[in-house]
């Protein structure tokens, strides 16, 4: 038992937690996955027992049991849904560390998670050199790429079989290599200068804003200038959850040191970003550094300062009891809506899972929403289940993230909005593709997107 119990450490350490699970089956009926596969191996309690028994020794890791770990988004609806809070999502996490540990990791993955995610230049390179070379990009590299949930899905693609025709490998390559802009977030910035009040804010610039969607960063800069920010750009890395997600800590602890000694100066200032999921983990940093083998009492005290620092750009939004841009029934736009169409009335809003089970902001984003004059805010049937995103899941198991996704782009038709809000860039890639392959004209946009047009 010790052996076992060595062997999978991660596990040993959550066992307590483990055993809180009930196997009552509740968690069914909010698991995106066990809605989609009907597999009990999908759901939490599955996942539970299975860790469980690992621990005993009753199992071992292997590629055909490997889907109860990675066959999870990580959402934390179960964890919502459970009576006793078992903190599931803990335990998949935990699952996928040893299994790194215990079965090695992917080469192409290292290489990303301690190569390119500590220097913002040293990856926009790749993506760079990727998106102008196209068709002869190895096919591993745009696949690797992906677990940043930056592409979404495109309908009929699933893992890519070393037996597949090259001709369909870079059909799908050139797909994704389409979707990147010719100039990143942190190329525009420096072109056009950052002003401000009094106020000081740092942006953390996230890989997918940076590299995928500029403009909603220049939105974002945009509503903190309005809300009175001065704005700093500093030179941060990927904030780490992609490794951390994908069961490698220490890339992901690495990661965090070098973010928390970029932030050092400045200890007044906010840390503002426009991805809920950096946000998210942003502010887990003491929690994420306490892992394996702790840091010095003196870089934990320099962790929970940062992470004190931490702000989701939807939480600025609100000013005391009520948001920025209330002014009344009477109200009109603080100026033209610019590259928000103004035919768009008919609002709904999608709950990234970092902006609501793991931050709670939820109800902040729907004021800011609702709030804004001329605005029909429309509550769309399960806004907070999972999109199918969630970075690596989208990578190693396609189909069934595009059944997840399908769920909700039916439910974004069916409120009858014409536009889709959200506050994370996986979200709002894997959003975007979902539409245009249900040839809809609804529009998915962020919300710094809209709320710039209603500051002064």
Known sequence: MVEVERKYRELAELSAEISRCGRCGFCQSVCPVYHVSSFEGSVARGRNMYARELILGHIDLSRENDAFFSECLLCRACVDMCFSAVKTDEIVLAGRRASGRVRG??????????????????????????ASTRRIVPIQVIHALRIFGWTGLVRGTHRVAPSEPAETKLERADQFLREIPKT??????????????????????????????????????????????????????????????????????R???????????????????????????????PKLLLMGNPPDKAVLLEAEAFSARVRDITELLKDGDRPHFFHGETARPAKKMGAVPISLRRVTFHDPCHLSRHQKLQAVAREALRSLPS??????????????????????????????????????????????????????????????????????????????????
Not at 262 to 283: E, H, N, P, Q, Y
Not at 375 to 391: L, N, Q
């Open 105 to 130: 990791m992917s080469p192409v993955y290292t290489y990303i998670f301690n190569d390119l995610l500590p220097d913002h230049q040293k990856l926009g390179r790749v993506v760079r050199l990727a």
């Open 184 to 253: 990143f977030l942190r190329e525009r910035l420096a072109q056009r200068g950052l002003t401000g009040g009094t106020k000081q804010a740092a942006f953390f610039v996230g890989c997918g804003t940076n590299f995928m969607f500029p403009h909603v960063g220049e939105a974002s800069i945009d509503v903190l200038e309005k809300l009175g920010y001065q704005v700093t750009v500093l030179e941060n890395g990927c904030c780490g959850l992609p490794a951390f997600a994908h069961g490698a800590l220490e890339a992901a602890q």
């Open 255 to 285: 990661l965090a040191i070098k973010n928390i000694a970029a932030f050092s100066d400045g200890r007044d200032s906010l840390i503002v970003t426009d991805c809920s999921s950096c946000a998210s983990f942003l502010k887990d940093y």
């Open 375 to 456: 605005i029909d805010f429309i509550e769309m049937k399960e806004a907070d289940w999972c999109c199918g995103g969630a970075g690596s899941f989208a990578v190693e198991h396609p189909d069934l993230s595009l059944k997840i996704l399908d769920r909700k782009i039916q439910n974004i038709i069916s409120s009858g909005a014409d536009t889709i809000v959200t506050t994370c860039p996986a979200c709002l890639m894997q959003i975007r593709s979902g539409l245009k392959q249900r040839g809809s004209t609804i529009r998915a946009l962020h919300l710094a997107e809209i709320t710039r047009n209603y500051l002064a």
